[in-house]
């Protein structure tokens, strides 16, 4: 018997100390289920929904729950407040809530369940519901976006994507026009007043898998632009009258960009997923200003406070694992990306960061909203070594199929403690292979294929785990036996 190790080189970087300080973390609160809805602050008050369909108001000073409302689907959106009253999408439902007490003000409950759950295990958000006037507006599973009067829950609009396909990008609103994206990878302009598609663009010519290049994501418009990432590896910026492309960027290295765009005194932010990148750009030129290279992935908006910028990060491949991941909060200097600080959390945080009052709002999938002390959190002093922060990099590993034995290769950038593990899936070490001080440059180390008993491990998937500290670096392997 004879066996081979099959990698797939997905490299995830976890860093930074997980343990909360009392100062900095100023207090949690646990809900049932994973939070992956932004969180929205008004009033003191921050609203959020989590996966069991729960939706919670928590005081934002003390993290004390207000009042809690049960939906019917999962919570995946950013809610909207408005005049009191909370909008907030549950699957192909639509709820608005009294901000004060939560008591059902209406309910638009759709039973066409179509693409409801069209939200596959690499995307973890739906898009937000706008306001103009009086009129909700709010895309859904079922290939339509909807509007409804504000006021009463009663039906005004229907409009039908191309091929009926799921609208999973966010809405946004400018000069009566309402902007949106599909599934498929097509960018809608209509015009509220006249009742009438403007244009529509189609944003890549070929799918090479089943969901590239779906608008899952934010909008932004600056000048005469509409700014926007998908499930591709394609940024692109669109004239907003008429849907032409007026430039665009391509990461040739592969990941998509995927985050929620932030424009600011004429810079694009925005972030991307196997990337690892956070980029700034000109948003009028398209021109590259700087970029800083995160740990895990992102599927959220940065945020800006004063001359900070703030990001969320988790580690989407824990996806094929059992466990919550691990997330960051990053602070970066928003003028040229260098970082500031950053603080582990305990779950995945795809969550765009929320401010109230000094306190920064996120949430996790370790079913936790934290709230960090914004002064606290950059007065910290952060020190690289301490930590075993970006002290290792994977730099090869022998190509696929490999028989008996597979090679790891990878490069300590300064004398550290490391580890070197074979781990299943859901985290267990199976084997260690090294652990100990090591001098900066490059090494390397077998696996034979054993647990630590010397026992041949089980066919099936695990992760090579090269870390020093609280810092790692992982990829994907599968281990197939061959006659």
Same mark, same amino acid.
């Given at each position: 018997?004879?066996?081979?190790?099959?990698?797939?080189?997905?490299?995830?970087?976890?860093?930074?100390?997980?343990?909360?300080?009392?100062?900095?973390?100023?207090?949690?609160?646990?809900?049932?289920?994973?939070?992956?809805?932004?969180?929205a602050?008004?009033?003191?008050?921050v609203?959020?929904?989590?996966?069991?369909?729960?939706?919670?108001?928590?005081?934002?000073?003390?993290?004390?729950?207000?009042?809690?409302?049960?939906?019917?689907?999962?919570?995946?959106?950013?809610?909207?407040?408005?005049?009191?009253?909370?909008?907030?999408?549950?699957?192909?439902?639509?709820?608005?809530?009294?901000?004060?007490?939560?008591?059902?003000?209406?309910?638009?409950?759709?039973?066409?369940?179509?693409?409801?759950?069209?939200?596959?295990?690499?995307?973890?958000?739906?898009?937000?519901? @706008?306001? $103009? &006037?009086?009129?909700?507006?709010? !895309?859904?599973?079922?290939?339509?976006?909807?509007?409804? %009067? /504000? =006021?009463? #829950?009663?039906?005004?609009?229907?409009?039908?994507t191309?091929?009926?396909?799921?609208?999973?990008?966010?809405?946004?609103?400018?000069?009566?026009?309402?902007?949106?994206?599909?599934?498929?990878?097509?960018?809608?302009?209509?015009?509220?007043?006249?009742?009438?598609l403007?244009?529509?663009?189609?944003?890549?010519?070929?799918r090479?898998?089943?969901?590239?290049?779906?608008?899952?994501?934010?909008?932004?418009?600056?000048?005469?632009l509409?700014?926007?990432?998908?499930?591709?590896?394609?940024?692109?910026?669109?004239?907003?009258h008429d849907?032409?492309?007026?430039?665009?960027?391509?990461?040739?290295?592969?990941?998509?960009?995927?985050?929620?765009?932030? @424009?600011? $005194? &004429?810079?694009?932010?925005?972030? !991307?997923?196997?990337?690892?990148?956070?980029?700034?750009? %000109? /948003? =009028?030129? #398209?021109?590259?200003?700087?970029?800083?290279?995160?740990?895990?992935?992102?599927?959220?908006?940065?945020?800006?406070?004063?001359?900070?910028?703030?990001?969320?990060?988790?580690?989407?491949?824990?996806?094929?694992?059992?466990?919550?991941?691990?997330?960051?909060?990053?602070?970066?200097?928003?003028?040229?990306?260098?970082?500031?600080?950053?603080?582990?959390?305990?779950?995945?945080?795809?969550?765009?960061?929320?401010?109230?009052?000094?306190?920064?709002?996120?949430?996790?999938?370790?079913?936790?909203?934290?709230?960090?002390?914004?002064t606290?959190?950059?007065?910290?002093?952060?020190?690289?070594?301490?930590?075993?922060?970006?002290?290792?990099?994977?730099?090869?590993?022998?190509?696929a199929?490999?028989?008996?034995?597979?090679?790891?290769?990878?490069?300590?950038?300064?004398? /550290? =403690?490391?580890?070197?593990?074979?781990?299943?899936?859901?985290g267990?070490?199976?084997?260690?292979?090294?652990s100990?001080?090591?001098?900066?440059?490059?090494?390397?180390?077998?696996?034979?294929?054993?647990?630590?008993?010397?026992?041949?491990?089980?066919?099936?998937?695990?992760?090579?785990?090269?870390?020093?500290?609280?810092?790692?670096?992982?990829?994907?392997?599968?281990?197939?036996?061959?006659?």
């Open positions: 018997m004879r066996f081979s190790i099959v990698l797939i080189l997905l490299f995830i970087a976890a860093d930074c100390s997980c343990t909360e300080d009392r100062f900095i973390v100023r207090w949690t609160f646990k809900a049932n289920d994973r939070i992956l809805s932004h969180p602050v008004e009033d003191r008050t609203y959020f929904g989590s996966n069991d369909g729960s939706f919670h108001a928590v005081e934002a000073g003390s993290g004390q729950e207000l009042w809690r409302f049960g939906t019917r689907a999962s919570i995946r959106g950013r809610p909207l407040v408005a005049d009191g009253i909370v909008y907030v999408v549950s699957g192909n439902d639509v709820y608005a809530l009294n901000a004060m007490t939560g008591e059902q003000i209406w309910s638009d409950l759709n039973e066409d369940s179509s693409g409801a759950d069209q939200i596959d295990s690499w995307d973890y958000h739906t898009g937000a519901p @706008v306001l $103009d &006037g009086s009129t909700l507006y709010v !895309g859904l599973g079922d290939g339509y976006v909807h509007g409804i %009067d /504000a =006021a009463s #829950g009663k039906p005004t609009l229907r409009f039908a191309a091929d009926t396909v799921p609208v999973r990008s966010g809405l946004l609103i400018e000069a009566a026009t309402l902007y949106f994206g599909d599934w498929n990878g097509r960018v809608y302009a209509y015009d509220l007043g006249k009742g009438v403007k244009w529509t663009t189609r944003t890549y010519d070929e090479p898998y089943e969901t590239f290049g779906a608008l899952t994501a934010e909008f932004a418009i600056h000048d005469d509409l700014l926007f990432g998908a499930r591709n590896t394609e940024l692109m910026a669109l004239d907003k849907g032409s492309v007026v430039w665009s960027y391509r990461e040739e290295t592969g990941g998509w960009i995927s985050g929620d765009p932030l @424009v600011e $005194d &004429g810079m694009l932010y925005i972030a !991307g997923s196997d990337n690892h990148e956070l980029f700034a750009f %000109d /948003a =009028a030129t #398209g021109e590259k200003i700087w970029i800083y290279e995160f740990a895990y992935n992102n599927f959220s908006r940065p945020l800006i406070h004063e001359d900070v910028l703030f990001l969320t990060i988790g580690d989407a491949y824990s996806v094929w694992g059992e466990g919550n991941g691990r997330g960051y909060l990053y602070a970066l200097n928003k003028h040229d990306g260098t970082l500031l600080n950053l603080r582990g959390i305990n779950g995945n945080s795809y969550s765009s960061p929320a401010i109230s009052n000094g306190l920064l709002f996120i949430g996790s999938e370790d079913s936790t909203l934290y709230a960090f002390d914004i606290e959190f950059l007065h910290e002093k952060f020190d690289p070594a301490a930590t075993g922060y970006d002290a290792i990099e994977v730099t090869d590993q022998e190509p199929p490999l028989v008996v034995t597979s090679t790891i290769s990878y490069r300590v950038k300064y004398p /550290a =403690a490391v580890y070197v593990d074979i781990t299943t899936l859901a267990s070490t199976v084997r260690r292979l090294v100990g001080d090591m001098p900066a440059g490059d090494h390397e180390v077998q696996w034979d294929g054993t647990d630590d008993d010397g026992v041949t491990a089980a066919d099936g998937y695990y992760f090579v785990k090269v870390g020093s500290q609280d810092f790692y670096r992982t990829s994907f392997l599968q281990k197939a036996s061959i006659e």
